[in-house]
T-cell receptor, first 114, second 115 residues
Framework: KAGVTQTPRYLIKTRGQQVTLSCSPISGHRSVSWYQQTPGQGLQFLFEYFSETQRNKGNFPGRFSGRQFSNSRSEMNVSTLELGDSALYLC?????????????FGEGSRLTVL | AQTVTQSQPEMSVQEAETVTLSCTYDTSESDYYLFWYKQPPSRQMILVIRQEAYKQQNATENRFSVNFQKAAKSFSLKISDSQLGDAAMYFCAYRSPNTGNQFYFGTGTSLTVIP
């Protein structure tokens, strides 16, 4: 069974540009969550999508947005990039949205903003 | 918002020995779920162990076990018979029953296993 796939794995952008990251969840998983990982802040929740609807959103500015398609694949977009957006962006999929159901993580997309 | 604290940024253990990683959390909820995740140098996070707050019995998974102290809001991870493959970043995480897959993570503990 294929795991969570994130593309691209690495990318370099300059301030002011925008970026789109993609995530393909495990087959059968309808929930996709996004997390930002930085050395200083650790892992912070961005948002979660379930059946194409955003269920939860973390404390990030409106420059961070996402969507989910009917096949459960998800994209997140960051507009007007800032230096502080440099981070590892992790996508996680899950079958459901409650209990002890685990999150399955991808390897992440490493974004560097120059 | 819930907060999760891991007070040990780095830990080391001799191969075959036992090590305990600490985690405390702050919440006003009575029902919740706790997790330990492992992130090896290749970066993909994987689940190590999980615990429901309403269960008093501590969870175990082979060499991994937890010491869950609900009143103290403590959730430590014990790794027995440490192996070289256990070297990784370990994250403690909290999940509320009301906010879907919004996990709150600690800042992590980097574990080194010494041969």
């Amino acid at each position: 069974k294929a795991g969570v796939t994130q593309t691209p794995r690495y990318l370099i952008k300059t301030r002011g540009q925008q970026v789109t990251l993609s995530c393909s969840p495990i087959s059968g998983h309808r929930s996709v969550s996004w997390y930002q990982q930085t050395p200083g802040q650790g892992l912070q929740f961005l948002f979660e999508y379930f059946s194409e609807t955003q269920r939860n959103k973390g404390n990030f500015p409106g420059r961070f947005s996402g969507r989910q398609f009917s096949n459960s694949r998800s994209e997140m977009n960051v507009s007007t990039l800032e230096l502080g957006d440099s981070a590892l962006y992790l996508c996680a999929s899950a079958r459901g949205t409650s209990g002890t159901g685990e999150l399955f993580f991808g390897e992440g997309s490493r974004l560097t903003v120059l | 918002a819930q907060t999760v604290t891991q007070s040990q940024p780095e830990m080391s253990v001799q191969e075959a020995e036992t090590v305990t990683l600490s985690c405390t959390y702050d919440t006003s909820e009575s029902d919740y779920y706790l997790f330990w995740y492992k992130q090896p140098p290749s970066r993909q996070m994987i689940l190590v162990i999980r615990q429901e707050a309403y269960k008093q019995q501590n969870a175990t998974e082979n060499r991994f076990s937890v010491n869950f102290q609900k009143a103290a809001k403590s959730f430590s991870l014990k790794i027995s018979d440490s192996q070289l493959g256990d070297a990784a970043m370990y994250f403690c995480a909290y999940r509320s029953p009301n906010t879907g897959n919004q996990f709150y993570f600690g800042t992590g503990t980097s574990l080194t296993v010494i041969p």
